[in-house]
């Protein structure tokens, strides 16, 4: 019985992990519209200060 008890547990908290990654993305794709050419810039910024370059741009 500890097996089956273990193994549900396991299953459920999968399920779980799934759903709020689901729910997380479906409301990060409504968002990201919004905050795309911030985010842009923001990697941008944080390019050119990390290394002068700027090769972190493809992350």
Known sequence: MKSIR???VRLTVAVAKEFIFIQHS???SRISRLNSAISLRVHIVAGMRGNGSGKSLDT
């Open 6 to 8: 273990k193994y549900i």
């Open 26 to 28: 479906f409301c990060t």
